[in-house]
C-alpha cells in the first residue's frame, strides 16, 4: 500500500524558514518523480514543485510564486522528499501536501502537513 | 500562462441524477496532459481521471472524462451519495507545468 507521511508543519513568523519532510513507503521511491502542492484555507490547490527522480536528472521546477524561495530535495536512502520554504510569507499558510507523479498527473497524496505563517 | 475555468462553481443535484461538469482551458491542452481530482471535505484530493478519459485506479465507472483542445467535461452518470464532493481540473505542460481550476463544488440538493 502506498503511504506518504507528511511533516515539519507548525506556526513561523513572516520571514522565516520551515523544512517539510514526506517520508514514503509502499512504492520504489527511487524510480519516482515527486511533487509538493499546497492548499490555502478553504481555498483550491496550488502546485509547489516537481522533482524527477535520479534517473532523470533529479531535476527540479517551482511555479513563480515560490522560484528562489523553496527547494525541493530528496534522499533516496531514506525515502523521504523535503521542501525547503525560506523568506517565508503569510500567503504561504496553507495545508501542504506531497504527492507521487504518474501519468503527468498527481496519483496519490498524502495526508498534508499545515503551515502557518503568522506574526 | 494557462488559466483552467471550471464551471458551474456550484452544481446542486439529487442522487440518481447524471452531473456534467467543464473544465475550459485558456489555451490548448493535449488530452495526455488533463486529469481530474476529487476531493470530500476534510479529506485528501483523489485522482479521478488522468489522460482526460482514463479512470484511475479504483474509479467506478459511472465517472467519465471526455475533451479535447481548450473544452474538457467530467461526467458522472448516475450519482451516488459518495459522490457529493468539490472536483478540480488540473493540467501539465505550460507554464505553470503544473496547474489547477478553481473547482466545482457538486452539492446534494
Known amino acids: 500500500e502506498v503511504q506518504l507521511v507528511e511533516s515539519g508543519g507548525g506556526l513561523v513568523k513572516p520571514g522565516g524558514s520551515l523544512r517539510l519532510s514526506c517520508t514514503a513507503s509502499?512504492?520504489?521511491?527511487?524510480?519516482?518523480?515527486m511533487s509538493w502542492v499546497r492548499q490555502a484555507p478553504g481555498k483550491g490547490l496550488e502546485w509547489v514543485g516537481r522533482i524527477k527522480s535520479k534517473t532523470h536528472g533529479g531535476t527540479t521546477d517551482y511555479p513563480a510564486p515560490v522560484k528562489g524561495r523553496f527547494t525541493i530535495s530528496r534522499d533516496d536512502s531514506k525515502n523521504t522528499l523535503y521542501l525547503q520554504m525560506n523568506s517565508l510569507k503569510t500567503e504561504d499558510t496553507a495545508l501542504y501536501f506531497c504527492a507521487t507523479l504518474a501519468n503527468w498527473s498527481l496519483d496519490y497524496w498524502g495526508q498534508g502537513t499545515l503551515v502557518t505563517v503568522s506574526s | 500562462e494557462i488559466v483552467l475555468t471550471q464551471s458551474p462553481g456550484t452544481l446542486s443535484l439529487s442522487p440518481g441524477e447524471r452531473a456534467t461538469l467543464s473544465c475550459r482551458a485558456s489555451?490548448?491542452?493535449?488530452?495526455?496532459?488533463l486529469a481530474w481530482y476529487q476531493q470530500k471535505p476534510g479529506q485528501t484530493p483523489r485522482l479521478v481521471i488522468h489522460?482526460?478519459?482514463s479512470r484511475a485506479t479504483g474509479i467506478p465507472d459511472r465517472f467519465s472524462g471526455s475533451g479535447s483542445g481548450t473544452d474538457f467535461t467530467l461526467t458522472i452518470s448516475r450519482l451516488e451519495p459518495e459522490d457529493f464532493a468539490v472536483y478540480y481540473c488540473q493540467q501539465y505542460g505550460s507554464s505553470p507545468l503544473y496547474s489547477f481550476g478553481q473547482g466545482t463544488k457538486l452539492e446534494i440538493k
Open positions: 489555451q490548448s491542452v493535449s488530452s495526455t496532459y
Open positions: 489522460g482526460a478519459s
Open positions: 509502499g512504492f520504489a521511491f527511487t524510480d519516482a518523480w
